[in-house]
């Protein structure tokens, strides 16, 4: 299963989980494995906390202290950092599937890491049974 | 299969190789895809070397010169630093099986990430059949 | 399925697509998951931009500014960097398999994280219906 995301500034995190969810529901898989892909090499799939949006602010605040935008790099799209922070973050992400939802923790959602936005991006939902 | 592991530290690499060992073994499986994951936001799940334990404390010394607890953060929770460190290392760890065994490196281990705590935590192990 | 593949410098980035590729069709899987494994502590498997190989190699910069290798380290045989950038890319990546081939997004290649070479290196691939 497949869906876009619309990513409105150049750094974001956006919290996909609902639509994960949805994925989960349309598959009729009750107990096994979701993983969400991202076919992009500038943005990434991380799961963190859902609850306070200031967790995925610090997040990307300490990414781009840790990988300044300004570099120095040899790849000349001004984008390098946000090709870094994708491998750091990784391009997908791995759920269980219990009693056909997600199983997911308390505090738990999943996040499309935007890099170098703002963008149209697509994520892949892919289930398998256990 | 879920299992519980008590903490004792604030930040530690707790050795999981020998429960997750386990689970496959309980399973039944004996080719596919064994993932443990880590339900909880201040704490993740990786595989390096479980020989010398020299080797999780340096990474948890190096997560902390790269992300120090001071911040600056917004979320007002002391424990910004661990969200961070939590998707750096990921949330879960995929790893083979063959033969009805975790088909691990010789050096590999199976670790819990702890960087908030000391606290009881809870891991699951899924299994998927090639 | 598992292959070799020889790393000639301390540092690279190998590009395995085709070798994954490989692996997918043989196994005769048409959708599901293909799971890349990399059995070692001191080389990962990691996602990204295949097209402009200057990628790479600011990954592998950037990765150096962030995790000297001078340290310091408590892991005695000079490698203890590697281990943290192994953690910090993972041990192992998840592609969807569409139609019997890796879905991969039209800028994305599979690499071999190498950052203790020159060695040889095994990967793993294996591959769960859907």
Do not use: Y
Not at 3 to 12: G, K, M, P
Not at 42 to 60: F, K, L, Q, R, Y
Not at 86 to 113: D, N, R
Request: aromatic share 4%.
């Amino acid at each position: 299963m497949r869906f876009q995301v619309h990513t409105r500034q150049r750094e974001a995190f956006v919290d996909i989980t609902a639509q994960v969810a949805e994925a989960v529901s349309a598959s009729g898989v009750t107990d096994g494995l979701a993983v969400v892909s991202c076919p992009h090499t500038t943005a990434g799939v991380t799961v963190n906390e859902a609850a306070d949006p200031a967790v995925a602010a610090d997040i990307i605040a300490a990414l781009g202290r840790l990988v300044p935008r300004s570099g120095p790099w040899r790849h000349a799209e001004g984008n390098a950092d946000a090709h870094v922070k994708a491998s750091l973050m990784g391009c997908s992400v791995t759920v269980p599937v219990e009693g056909g939802a997600l199983a997911l923790g308390t505090w738990q959602g999943v996040f499309l890491c935007e890099f170098d936005g703002p963008r149209q991006r697509s994520l892949t939902v892919t289930l398998t049974p256990r």
